[in-house]
């Protein structure tokens, strides 16, 4: 009999450790459903549970931005204090670099981590509004590390950057380089940056072109991947992608009118130029043809070339630049053949551009 109220005794006893550990298991998964950890009793507890890995996952996962995020001017931030709501604030970073708070004024918040931030607005409440706070610090938007990206992308624009980034991975975000059709891209992308590059290490295929400026050639940096080209880039940066050179060939005395990309070369020949507009017109005016040429101040030059002489060896093969545009017109057009330098200039803006 003793031995049978022992079992019973045993037996209840497990099944209550049971039940208390379900509790425990409960609770427990209910606190890990919360936004904010549990209370600690302490402030050195709550210090101590900030160290632990956990706590720090969850703090960055939570904070809206990474753990070495830097606060700035124009960030908007959520500040929510676990089981006092009336302190809860969205706050936008002035241009001072202050956020402005109930009871307590402006905290200095440029300049600090998401988690510091955290810290510094727990010290101030604990002292005569809450006792052991628990604060959290959202980055609801990224205003104060903005990155300026132009020229022959495909989205040019301002981004806000959350974490470091290179140089290629800022032309990823805007898309990529422009297509060929439309405004392609150079050989060129010029980095700016305010206050100038500290302790840059110029290597093969990068110049520094003023002590705030560089220029870094595009095909080294994307397909031959040279070390060094990939710099990472900072908050106000200006990235710009240099369009390419192309010139032009135009009038109905040519067979394809159109734009074409000077790849890796400075110019090209008048026949050169030819042979991308897959020749002459069978009426072309080839003693009416000219090159126009656009100078460095904007003003533009005609030059008469004599296709027929050109194209026989009877008369030198003129060179034409970047912008250049060779007009042939058509001998059975008198208008064509009259057409001024701006009108054709407007002719050539809505030209497809031809990749050779």
């Keep these: 009999m003793k031995h049978y ?18 509790g425990t298991a409960r609770l427990f998964g209910q606190d890990l459903e919360r936004a904010d950890p549990i209370q600690p009793s302490t402030a050195t507890e709550a210090r101590e549970e900030q160290a632990q890995p956990t706590t720090q996952n969850t703090a960055n996962a939570t904070s809206g931005a990474p753990s070495d995020y830097v606060i700035g001017p124009e960030d908007v931030l959520d500040i929510t204090v676990f089981d006092v709501p009336d302190l809860n604030q969205t706050v936008r970073v002035a241009n001072d670099g202050t956020i402005g708070l109930p009871l307590l004024g402006r905290i200095a918040a440029s300049g600090l981590t998401v988690d ?19 604060v959290s610090v959202f980055v609801k938007q990224f205003q104060a590390r903005p990155v300026s990206i132009m020229g022959a992308v495909e989205k040019p624009g301002l981004y806000q950057i959350t974490g470091p980034r290179t140089l290629i991975e800022m032309l990823s975000v805007a898309g990529g380089l422009a297509k060929r059709s439309t405004a392609p891209a150079g050989k060129t992308v010029y980095v700016s940056r305010p206050g100038g590059f500290k302790n840059l290490n110029v290597v093969p295929g990068m110049e520094q072109v003023g002590p705030d400026k560089i220029a870094i050639d595009l095909k080294d940096l994307l397909y031959t991947q040279a070390k060094g080209l990939n710099i990472p880039i900072e908050p106000h940066d200006i990235i710009a992608v240099s369009k390419a050179d192309v010139i032009y060939v135009a009038g109905s005395g040519v067979r394809r009118p159109g734009g074409f990309i000077l790849e890796d070369r400075d110019s090209v020949t008048v026949v050169q130029a030819l042979a991308l507009a897959q020749g ?25 070339v ?32 009259k057409k001024t330098a701006e009108t054709i200039v407007q002719t050539v803006s809505g030209f497809l551009i031809f990749h050779p």
């Design 280 to 304: 002459l017109d069978p009426n072309a005016a080839k003693h009416k043809a000219r090159i126009i040429h656009t100078k460095a101040d904007g003003t533009r030059v005609e030059i008469p």
């Design 116 to 134: 510091q931030l955290r810290d510094r607005l727990e010290t101030a409440m604990g002292k005569s509004l809450v006792q052991n706070p628990q």
């Design 5 to 22: 109220s022992k079992a019973c005794a045993a037996a209840a006893f497990v099944f209550a450790f049971s039940l208390a550990v379900a």
């Design 306 to 337: 004599d296709l027929d002489k050109i194209v026989n060896e009877k008369a030198a093969d003129p060179e034409m630049s970047a912008n250049d545009i060779l007009y042939v017109p058509n001998s059975r057009s008198k208008a064509a053949a």
